[in-house]
Structures are given as C-alpha cells and as structure tokens.
C-alpha cells in the first residue's frame, strides 16, 4: 500500500503567503512532516510525492529526516490539477492500493485509518471520505444513494445549489490505480476537474465508490487565515514544553500549554499565556505579553512591550513596542515602534478580503493584517483590519494603510517634509537653570 501526497501545486488565494502551503512551520516542523507522521502513525510507510521543479529539493530535505518511511518522488512539470499530478507519477503507482492525501488539508490519524480499514474489507473499487458542513465550502460536494455509495461529484457549486452538505475531502483510496488513470485518460473537459470527472465516469461504468463519513478534525488551508485553525489544532494536541537551554527570568510570568524551544530566553515582566509556541532562539523581551494561541518562529525579537494576540509569526522577524493582533507574518519582518496590527472593525463587522474577483467573507470579526516575507513597517505605522501586504514592501512611517499592498511595492507619506537650514538659536542658560533645578531635587 503507498500514500500518494499531491504537492505540485500552486496556493494562488494564499497572497501575499507565497510559500507552499505543506511548507508552512508549526511547532518547528514543517507541515509536510506532521502530514507523512499522520500517515505513518495509520500505517502508512511507503510514499509517492508528487512536486514540482521549484519545490522537490524542499521535500527531499523534509523527507530525510523521517525515520521509517520509503519516498519515491515524482515532478508535476505544470500545476495542472490532481489528475494530472497522477500521470506524472504513474510509474510509482501500478499495482499496488493507493490513497491519495491532499498535504494542505489538517486531518487526524483516523481519517487514514478508517479508509484504509474499508478498503483493506470492502469490495469497492474506490473509496473516499465525506465530511458534513453546516455552511457553505468553497470545494467538492458528493451525492450519495442510501448505501453511502457515490452518485456524482458537484465541483464548486454556486452557494444554495449544493446537492447535499457533504464535502469531498481529498484522501481517497483506490484498489486498482492502472484502472483510474486509464478513466483519467478518457475524460474531456475544460475545468480543471478531470480526476474528479473520471470518478463520475466510474460510478457511470457501474464501479463502486463507496463514501465514508468522516467525523474528526479537518481544517483546509484555502486562504491565509485558515492558518489559525492549523495552529489551534497543533497547539490543543500538544504537551506545554521548555527545553533545558531556554532561559527565563524569575521575574517573568508563563501560564497555561508554552512551548518554549532551545535558546529561548524570556526577559523580566514578559507575560506568556499559552497556548503558545515560542520556537528555537527567539527572545521575548521586557514587559511582553504573548497570549491566545500565538505561534512565533525561530530566530525573531518580541521586543519592549509589544502584544502579540492569536497571531502566526514567521522566522527571524523583528518588533519593538507594537500590537500585533489576529495577523499573520511572514518571514524575515521587523515593525518599527509603536506599529498597530488593528484587527477589529469600528463597526465590529466580519472581515472580507478580496481573492481574485470575489469578495470573501473570512467568518472572523478579528483579523488583523497579512503580510508576506521580508516586509519592513516603519515606526507608528497603522494597518486596518484584513489588510495584505505583498512581499519585500516598506510601509513608511505614519502610514496608515487601508489597502493591500502588491509585492515589492513602498507606501509613503507624501508630500515629504523639507530640509531647510536651522536657524533656530538654543539658550544656552536656560539649559544651565534647568540642570541647576534638577541638583536641587536630588
């Protein structure tokens, strides 16, 4: 049996995060590594991952330092959707069971485990595992016949049109792969839905889809601020932690599920609430406060009196008397002082982001700002609620910036402020009372 982890493509709604999304850190491992563990703990020790040519380096890097597993990796040359990813790696799938997983969805242990016992007992040709939502999911939703076997696959409805609300979620388990990729082979379509239309032709050809409900966690990572759920999830289902080098001060305060990794040092005053991640050598200075299911990277400075709520922090970011609330930063950031991450509209409202040429409603009234990798903010700055900054930008001084900012791109207050000649004269005696004055008081 091999596990098939579709990883060649693109996060295009993840702007301005432009890692892929299986590389993204959490509790100092990349998502890829929690995602192979996943699979391992089900039974899983054989793996097909299929990437990409800007990513297979990353993935070999990640993969080596599993224990016990087998990697074959194959390269998806274009993101051309799941069906596509398969043909690529079709000389690692013949003949053997397969499941197929999706990387950037957060599952448990179970969802593996119970697919493949189907599977492993069933008379199915394939299997998959539905979810109910209670809202509307921007993804696949399945109609089922009264023995839970699948009928036809609805991709991407329109919101009110859904067949029912069970949701398509990305672990499938074939027991004949050279029989799916000759139905992939087949279909004519110009959506980019091919794998799930092979499905449809299976169910059509009389092949057995049996659709297994699936009741544990499950978190998609869509757009950026899917990230909390992610960090929640690890953070709930971890044990509080400090490694013997982290260094604390008698006069800071830690409560609640911390992790503090190798090298942490946290100053006098600092006050952490957990849960909270702290990752290796970062430094959490003076009169700090860290609460609510922060998640901080390695190598970055919380400096004097900054406030850190339920945020998601980068690598080797820097901040210095800030409030950073409900946002998400990417790598290598620094805020100069007295920067304010806002995340709660005046009229308390939910946040919506624009994605392409819709309007997203995030279903969270805090959320502050989104910003990609090696973004500098400069001091007193002010970032409304949802707002995205692009990578490598400056936000000038005194900005108050309320919109997105593409990559590479410098907001400035204008007009500048002149240079002319001092002419101004100090008085010298003033300061010489002044002095004077201050001796008296001592």
């Known amino acids: 049996m091999k596990a098939v982890l579709l990883c060649g493509g693109s996060g295009k709604r993840m702007f301005p995060i432009t890692e892929d999304k299986f590389l993204l850190d959490f509790l ?13 703990n089900a039974g899983l020790t054989h793996f097909v991952i299929i990437g990409n040519p800007d990513n297979t380096a990353k993935i070999e890097q990640v993969t080596r330092r599993i224990p016990g597993i087998e990697v074959d990796l194959a390269v998806q040359k274009e ?4 069906a596509d990813a398969l043909k690529s790696a079709e000389p690692f799938l013949r003949g053997q069971l397969l499941v197929v997983i999706n990387p950037n969805d957060v599952f448990s242990s179970s969802a593996c485990r119970e697919i493949i016992a189907e599977a492993e007992v069933g008379a199915a040709s394939s299997y998959m595992l539905g979810y109910e939502v209670d809202k509307y999911f921007p993804g696949g939703y399945l109609q089922v016949n009264s023995h839970d076997e699948l009928v036809r696959i609805v991709e991407k409805p329109n919101p009110g049109e859904e067949p029912s609300n069970l949701v398509n979620i990305l672990i499938h388990c074939h027991n004949d792969p050279e029989e799916l990729l000759r139905y992939i ?28 409900p699936y009741r544990d966690f499950w978190a998609p990572v869509k757009y950026p601020w899917h990230i909390f759920k992610v960090v929640e999830y690890f953070l ?29 040092r946290v ?30 990277g390695r190598n970055s400075v919380i400096g004097y009196s ?3 709520k339920h945020s998601y922090i980068g690598d080797n970011c820097w901040f210095h008397s800030n409030y950073v609330g409900d946002s998400i930063i990417d790598n290598d950031c620094s805020l100069g002082a007295g920067t304010v991450l806002a995340n709660f509209r005046l009229d308390e409202a939910n946040i919506r982001i ?11 009234d805090k ?44 907001a400035l207050l204008e007009p500048r402020y002149q240079v002319k000649e001092n002419k101004t004269t100090l008085d010298e005696d003033k300061r010489k009372e002044l002095l004077r004055k201050l001796e008296k008081q001592g």
Request: charged share 25%; aromatic share 4%; net charge positive.
């Open 28 to 40: 100092g491992k990349p998502l890829l590594e929690h995602q192979i563990t996943t699979a391992r």
């Open 79 to 82: 993101s051309l959707g799941i």
């Open 185 to 212: 082979e087949t279909v004519r379509t110009t959506r980019d839905d091919v794998y799930e239309c092979a499905l449809d032709n299976m169910v059509k050809a009389g092949r057995k889809i049996k659709v297994i």
């Open 236 to 264: 709930d289902n971890a044990q509080p932690y400090t490694a013997p080098s982290a260094r604390i001060s008698e006069k800071a305060t830690i409560e609640g599920k911390v992790i503090l990794s190798d090298n942490v």
């Open 267 to 296: 100053l006098e005053n600092a006050v952490i609430r957990g849960p909270v991640y702290i990752g290796a050598n970062s430094v959490i200075g003076n009169s700090v406060l860290v609460r609510d299911y922060s998640h901080i």
């Open 306 to 308: 900054t406030e850190v």
């Open 354 to 364: 624009k994605v392409g040429d819709s309007l997203i409603d995030t279903g969270y």
């Open 367 to 410: 959320l502050g700002a989104i910003i990609g990798r090696g973004c500098r903010i400069g001091v007193n700055a002010s970032l409304v609620p949802g707002v995205r900054v692009g990578p490598d930008c400056f936000v000038g001084p005194h900005i108050c910036l309320r919109q997105d900012l593409a990559a590479r791109k410098a």
